[in-house]
Structure formats: C-alpha cells, structure tokens
C-alpha cells in the first residue's frame, strides 16, 4: 500500500478543521464514470456547493507519483474551493503503475472533455474551467494548460469533440522539464538516471533524439504559447523531489509568451508543509480572479 505524499496529510490536516468547522455545506456525486481505461472505468466526484455557486469548475486532478485512486480524494482539499463557490470535479486517472505518463495523460484530456460536454447537467460554464493539483497532480494540470485544445470534429464520441484546454491553472510543486529534471542539463530519460523515473515514464527509445521528443512531449515547459492559461504556482523553496527550479523556468517562459503567470516560492518549506490549507486559499483566489464571467470562450 502507498504512503500518503506529506503534501497530502498536510493539506488535509489543515483543511479538516475547516470542514468541521463549518460542516460540509456541499453535496458529493461519486463514482462519475467519463471514460474507460484497459477495461475498467475512469471516474471523477463532482462536489457542488449547497448554495452561492458562481458558475465556474474547478478540477482538481487526483495525483501523487501518477498515482491516483478514488480512496486518495481529498475532500478538505476540495473544500477552500467549494466555500468560495466553485464546483469542483475530483479526477481519478489511470494509475502507475501499471500505467505510465504517456498514457496518463490522455486521461486528463478527456475527463476535461467530458466535463465540458456535460457542463450544462453540472451547472458550470464550459468557458470557465480551472485545473488543480500537487506534485504530479500539479503537472497534470499544466499538461492541461499548455497541451490542451480542440477536439477532433469528426471524432465518433461527442465526448472527444469537445476542447480539454481549460482557462487557468493554479497548483503546487509541479514537475515541468523532464529534460531538465534533477538539475538543468540533467535529462530524467537518459540512462544514468533513468533507473529513477523508469516506473513513471516506462519504456523510452534507444534513439537519443526519440527520447528527447518523448520527453518534451511530457513537459508542460516545451508547450507553452500565447495561449497557455493563466499559471499559479507555490513551491517550497527547499524542496528536493521536486526542484524549485521547476516551477521558476515554466513561470519565466510563460510571461516571456506574455502569458499571466505567477510564482510563491515558501521560504524554508520542502514538498509539502503543514498549514498549506492557508496556500489552497490562494490558489482560490487565483480562480476567483481569472475565471470571471468575463473569461473568452474555450481554445
């Protein structure tokens, strides 16, 4: 059985006294099936505020080591975004292992497409999206908002013709350059380290120019453009799993795109903290702030 990450017992330590404070004033569809993986279901929770909701979603990808289960949903976590009105959908994607980043991340696109499609049955605008997540989760969804677009028009599902780019991203210590992992000009697919990330990238091409496109196309950093959302991230400045840098080098390319981004860096914190409650606010704030009733119409 996987330990929880100490993001996770952190976030939900903080948030706990939160929801019991004030009890859950939301309700919680579980088990919604958006797609299938190997056979098996993929699902996401849709939480709705019991009142004030103000139209947007927030998705809140389910990660830790591209791991991802149904048991590891954080409520508490889901609960800064729901007093502030947001309906939150918990993604549950395909697990590693036996499932690997490559094929992970198909998974966020279409749970974004399906929670498009069925936007008007959860009672959130399509063009009002946000994607959240820590650690891998934090990847995930800068995957979404770098990598995430138009549908195919003739796709057979309706589903897949819907568009997976969401409006603005806000998260925590999220890898970004898997080329530039450990340190820059460290590449995580090479040999001498790979033995590391083998279990979350899976088998990779001799050819060293295949390997690098395999790894820009799993880095948010190498898809950044104009049209990349809005970006918040926190990162503990003394994190070693996942080096700040990270999230210091997609923030930089990001506003020279002239994209709106931002980076906190938490002094003396590693990955994860206790109190990160307090940071989840803010990273409600961000959504509160950028998806407006004003944002444009879906990419």
């Not at 966020?108 to 929670?115: D, K, L, P």
Request: proline letters at 9%; glycine letters at 10%; hydrophobic letters at 45%.
């Amino acid at each position: 059985m996987r330990r929880p990450a100490p993001w996770l017992a952190a976030v939900f330590l903080t948030a706990s006294v939160v929801a019991e404070e004030s009890g859950p004033p939301w309700t919680r569809e579980q088990g919604v099936i958006y797609g299938e993986k190997a056979g098996a279901p993929l699902t996401l929770d849709v939480f709705r505020p019991a009142a004030g909701a103000n139209g947007a979603g927030v998705i809140m990808i389910v990660s830790g080591g591209w791991a991802s289960s149904r048991g590891a949903i954080n409520e508490p976590y889901a609960a800064h975004f729901l007093k502030h009105g947001f309906t939150v959908f918990a993604v549950v994607h395909g697990s590693c292992p036996p499932h690997f980043i490559p094929a992970i991340i198909p998974d966020a696109h279409r749970a974004v497409r399906f929670i498009r499609r069925g936007a008007a049955r959860f009672g959130v605008d399509p063009a009002r999206l946000g994607a959240t997540g820590a650690s891998s989760g934090g990847h995930l969804a800068l995957i979404l908002g770098t990598q995430g677009g138009p549908g195919a028009p003739d796709a057979a599902d309706p589903v897949d013709r819907e568009s997976s780019a969401v409006q603005a991203v806000a998260c925590f210590f999220p890898p970004t350059d898997f080329l530039n992992y450990v340190r820059p000009g460290v590449n995580a697919l090479d040999e001498s380290v790979l033995k590391n990330f083998r279990k979350f990238i899976g088998p990779v091409p001799a050819d060293q120019k295949a390997r690098d496109a395999l790894g820009r196309s799993i880095s948010p950093i190498y898809s950044v453009s104009a049209a990349t959302a809005p970006t918040l991230i926190i990162h503990g400045e003394k994190d070693w799993n996942v080096m700040p840098f990270q999230s210091s080098s997609f923030v930089e390319a990001a506003k020279n795109a002239g994209v709106t981004a931002k980076l906190i860096l938490k002094p003396g914190k590693a990955h994860g903290w206790p109190g990160m409650g307090e940071d989840v606010e803010t990273l409600a704030g961000w959504f509160e702030r950028i998806l407006s009733a004003k944002t444009p119409a879906a990419k």
